[in-house]
């Protein structure tokens, strides 16, 4: 979808006041949710973008009568502020200037607030009823969604292809799943558990599916109640020949819309209903409250297990780094040889052009699927902007005196595969190679960190940060996210960042680490790679990585690196150059050897 190409902003955003003034609203919550609280939305749902011309993949904005206040972090303040420059849009940080207490410091007593009871789950509610008791304003559900009807030419749902996962990559089948899930259920007293989490489904009945983009799960909720029987909502037209004839007997297939019909059909007041509320809408939990049931509201224990990768997983996703690796180095090579040599006649290479040569030679390895998100191709002073997307219109050169980030990753038969890469082509100011350092060596002492069992994401990240706090640099996005297996590129539970994460750090789970630093208008720098987490043999954990893809040492300052950190890139990059030499082009193979060689001979 171009939102540009919509009608403009002003008009939107009058056509929504007049749907609220009909239904006497004085404002409205307008997340960027669909009824799965994803981050990666199809078009049909991108009712935020619509709306305030923000495409980024968090936000949420509050539309009144005569304000509107859009809340993006840190990620996207720069890409927020030329999106929606210049059509009123107030711009505000979504962690230090939460929604909920800007709506309750503008608000008037009585006022009535609207929102669309699929798209919000309650622990946001939960947030804005807090915020807003002592100014007697009134939540009120939305009947419909008031953007759905002023959205002309709105996409049709998405009707992408379902088909099995088999056995052979997911080591556990579904009635394994099952049965361990039903003993979650008895352990804390529920008589259903509701999951309205796709990759939570996608990995519980192992399917697969192509709904979003980047996104391999189709879109679907799923009951299972304390008798062993489950319910998938879903679109069985998108089902793949023989799909229907493999699901296990207990499961039964429903239409979408007959979620809550059928769900509030079941339910008695003796019933105790298993929901997420940071990830299942609202409706959900009003709808048990209305039948008199009870309930149990913590993170759904799908989440957790499915964060915890077996063995088979884990073998697959080490197999699609490999191949990950490959096209990374071949993109290296074509990079380095490319931006000089098209700057001397006169056509730089675009950003648009490098994204599709990462994405070319990734297709050139086994069991490449698709991307695993949009991928951030990022010159110059674009990399500023964390998830930067170029665009035909405005995107930047690769120039050889310039630097460039790339920010990218696949879908693989086997798994998931994210990884990011900071670039130059020749000598850089003393600026970017001290913040360049720093980077590394945040990156470098949270890779090596040894912790014990126990040891959650917020306990970690300092240690990554210390070396760029103690420069006086920061950046403001999260250190590591979760990845999934073959299935979303940012899983939940786990994740390292300042914010408070109860979630233990276990052995199986698979993060990312990627410290960087941006400075507006100048330059982005970030090195991500993936790492599983594994027991040592005294007890404690540490991270093992799984990206394959060199670290340009040549804007490090050697000078300032420890003996441990040099010791780390070399013997990273052997492991680089043993595993990759063999399967790549010659082009790649020289370019990669000159990449791998050993710092500490220099």
Known sequence: MNVFDLPSIAARLAALRQEMNNCGLDALIVPRFDAHQGEYIAPHDERLAYLTGFTGSAGVAIVTQDRTALFVDGRYTVQAARQCGGHGIERLHLHTQPPEHWLADFASPGWRVGYDAMLLPPAWLARYETALTHVAVRMVVTEGNLVDKIWTNQPAPPQGRISSFPLQFAGRSPLEKRDWLLGEMARFGASHHVETQPDNIAWFL????????????????????????????????????????????????????????????????????????????????????????????????????????????????????????????EFGAWLARMVPERAKAGHPITELEAEDAILAFRQQQPGFLSESFRTISAAGSNAAMCHYSADPASQGRIAPEGTYLLDSGGQYLTGTTDATRSYAFGPVSPQYRRAYTAVFRAFHALATARFPKGTQGHHLDAICRRPLWDLGLDYDHGTGHGIGHRLSVHEQPQRIGRPFNPVDLQPGMVLSIEPGHYVAGDYGIRIENLFEIREAEDGFLEFQTLTLAPIQTDMLDLASLTSAEIDWLDTYHARVWSTLEARVSKEARDWLLAACGAVSLR
């Open 206 to 329: 192992n399917v697969r599916g192509d709904d979003v983009r980047f996104n391999p799960m189709p879109q679907s909720f799923l009951t299972l109640g304390r008798d062993g029987k489950a319910n998938w909502f879903v679109d069985r037209t998108k089902f793949e020949e023989g799909l229907a004839d493999s699901l296990p007997d207990w499961l039964h297939v429903h239409p979408m819309p007959a979620f809550l019909p059928l769900l509030r059909e079941r339910l008695s007041p003796a019933d105790r209903i298993a929901i997420d509320p940071d990830f299942s809408p609202v409706a959900v939990s009003l709808l048990i409250k209305e039948a008199g049931a009870s309930v149990i509201a913590r993170p759904s224990a799908v989440t957790l297990e499915k964060a915890v990768k077996n063995q088979t997983e884990l073998e697959g996703l080490r197999d699609c780094h490999v191949a990950d690796g490959a096209a990374w180095a």
